[in-house]
């Protein structure tokens, strides 16, 4: 199991870090995510290594991104 810790931006509450973990959660190969809302990280663990570019694919047509 793949464990990947990533910084956002854009999450401001609940309903943010939902959708986030709902992008998250559609690509293929995770298994669970978690949106910490107070310091803004997902952890997520997956059966592969998910690359950054994947992250911020799922992620196209929200108000949320990566923190660079």
């Known amino acids: 199991m793949m464990k990947k810790e990533v910084l956002l931006d854009g999450v401001k509450c609940a309903g943010c870090a939902n959708t986030v973990q709902e992008k998250f959660?559609?690509?293929e190969g995770v298994?669970?995510?978690e949106v910490d809302l107070a310091?803004?990280?997902a952890v997520l663990e997956s059966q592969t290594e998910i690359?950054?570019?994947t992250l911020?694919?799922?992620l196209a047509g929200t108000k949320y991104s990566?923190?660079?």
């Open 25 to 27: 959660s559609a690509i």
């Open 31 to 33: 298994e669970s995510v």
């Open 39 to 41: 310091t803004k990280k």
């Open 51 to 53: 690359d950054t570019e």
């Open 56 to 58: 911020n694919a799922a």
């Open 66 to 68: 990566l923190v660079k």
